[in-house]
């Protein structure tokens, strides 16, 4: 997780609460920890559904080779952000019509083909605009991979093709070659993943699956998307990935194999990986109540904002996210409390027996690895608290408001009059 600077502790004292916070220098250096050691062909996307915020998406645009969506709303947050649609890659099981006829006027980079059914409906929308639609075939691997804390690979999915009938359906979209241009293929096998020789596995699985369709059905391979899935280190006893030792041994067996097909592509689409890290979600203890024998400190923060620390985001079991207490450092003796916010539900857990310097009202405390599927992940409409602070640290350390509160019931709301 870093060692955590005392100048990133200071502007943490800084910021209004509840917040969150990114640093830009965290982002930086997780950034090129992998794209600097990607070899030639091999392009870094970032997947906008981790954290979507339209000043994070700014800063990220010079970084990143483009951006991996799953939304007109997301298409939307990155052409406001300066994406081109050529470096967009579209995902989804579900994409609207709607969605689809967004994608094919903005010309996206890329479209994800989830089904046969979906192939057709894409076609026919290019046929009715005289264009041709870029697409790619996304795959549902036959086999899983250990090491992937949520598998989506080897088991029925609403996600892609099942790879067991994937030659046929490359047969289909072929034919419909008039109105679809098929790059190749989008294989994703899981998320949270915490062992680099899985996500080689994965890669190297999908490079051999690849060489064989190829070989049986011969079109022009120019793409293959091998998704995100690269993990974080949340709970204790975890140990991060080292991106620049998976970035170099993944374009060992990516080299090889672009020698066989010259042109082809690939685009890795971390989200989570490249910007958890970089967030802290900041609250202030507003009180402190014992109860049969524990101790609760009550913050300004909850789960309407940050829902992932409460364990309700993929955890099958409920674990501490790493939290320190700014205002107490080493100075006070460490005790085990349970943090909760201000709702009112038993499901608002921060922390449960977490171990603190002791907390006072008014110290702030700081739940870290929260840079992902934080505030627009979380039910935020629950209670009707007001949408908490973003705030970024930049490369100068200035604290640089992205996001203002404002009250969730205002949202497109309608009066009596209609207004």
């Given at each position: 997780m870093g060692e955590i600077t005392h100048q990133q502790r200071e502007l943490a004292r800084q910021v209004p609460t509840p917040c969150f916070l990114y640093h830009l220098d965290v982002l930086v250096q997780q950034v090129n920890g992998l794209r600097h050691h990607l070899a030639e062909g091999m392009h870094l996307y970032y997947a906008v559904k981790a954290n979507p915020n339209l000043g994070l998406l700014k800063r990220l645009l010079p970084l990143v080779d483009g951006v991996d969506i799953a939304s007109s709303g997301e298409m939307e947050q990155a052409r406001r952000a300066g994406f081109a649609p050529a470096a967009m890659s579209f995902a989804g099981p579900g994409k609207s019509l709607h969605e689809l006829q967004q994608a094919l006027d903005h010309q996206?980079?890329?479209?994800?083909?989830?089904?046969?059914?979906?192939?057709?409906?894409?076609?026919?929308?290019?046929?009715?605009?005289?264009?041709?639609?870029?697409?790619?075939?996304?795959?549902?691997?036959?086999?899983?991979?250990?090491?992937?804390?949520?598998?989506?690979?080897?088991?029925?999915?609403?996600?892609?093709?099942?790879?067991?009938?994937?030659?046929?359906?490359?047969?289909?979209?072929?034919?419909?070659?008039?109105?679809?241009?098929?790059?190749?293929?989008?294989?994703?096998?899981?998320?949270?993943?915490?062992?680099?020789?899985?996500?080689?596995?994965?890669?190297?699985a999908t490079l051999a699956m690849v060489e064989t369709l190829i070989q049986a059905i011969p079109f022009p391979l120019r793409l293959i998307n091998f998704g995100g899935g690269l993990g974080i280190p949340y709970h204790s006893g975890q140990q991060p990935l080292d991106g620049e030792q998976l970035a170099t041994s993944l374009s060992r067996l990516w080299q090889p194999f672009r020698q066989k097909y010259a042109g082809c592509q690939a685009i890795l689409e971390p989200g989570r990986y490249l910007v958890a890290p970089m967030g802290w979600y900041v609250v202030t203890v507003t009180a402190i109540k014992y109860s049969k024998g524990e101790t609760f400190c009550i913050t300004d923060g909850g789960i309407h904002h940050f829902m992932a620390a409460s364990g309700g985001f993929g955890q099958l079991i409920r674990k501490n996210?790493?939290?320190?207490?700014?205002?107490?450092?080493?100075?006070?003796?460490?005790?085990?409390?349970?943090?909760?916010?201000?709702?009112?539900?038993?499901?608002?857990?921060?922390?449960?027996?977490?171990?603190?310097?002791?907390?006072?009202?008014?110290?702030?405390?700081?739940?870290?690895?929260?840079?992902?599927?934080?505030?627009?992940?979380?039910?935020?409409?629950?209670?009707?608290?007001?949408?908490?602070?973003?705030?970024?640290?930049?490369?100068?350390?200035?604290?640089?408001?992205?996001?203002?509160?404002?009250?969730?019931l205002q949202w497109g709301e309608v009066t009596e009059d209609g207004d």
């Open positions: 996206l980079g890329v479209l994800s083909l989830d089904s046969l059914a979906e192939a057709h409906q894409v076609a026919e929308l290019a046929r009715a605009r005289g264009s041709k639609a870029r697409v790619v075939i996304r795959v549902n691997p036959a086999r899983e991979f250990a090491g992937y804390a949520i598998r989506m690979a080897g088991r029925p999915s609403p996600f892609g093709v099942d790879e067991e009938g994937l030659p046929s359906v490359v047969q289909e979209v072929l034919q419909l070659g008039e109105w679809l241009d098929l790059l190749g293929f989008h294989v994703y096998p899981g998320t949270q993943c915490l062992k680099g020789e899985a996500v080689e596995e994965h890669f190297a996210y790493p939290m320190i207490n700014l205002d107490a450092e080493n100075s006070r003796p460490l005790v085990k409390v349970n943090v909760v916010g201000p709702l009112c539900t038993t499901l608002d857990v921060l922390a449960q027996q977490v171990e603190l310097p002791q907390p006072q009202v008014g110290d702030r405390l700081a739940i870290l690895q929260a840079g992902a599927y934080g505030f627009t992940a979380s039910p935020s409409l629950f209670l009707s608290h007001p949408t908490p602070w973003e705030y970024l640290a930049d490369e100068n350390n200035r604290l640089l408001p992205l996001r203002r509160p404002v009250h969730p």
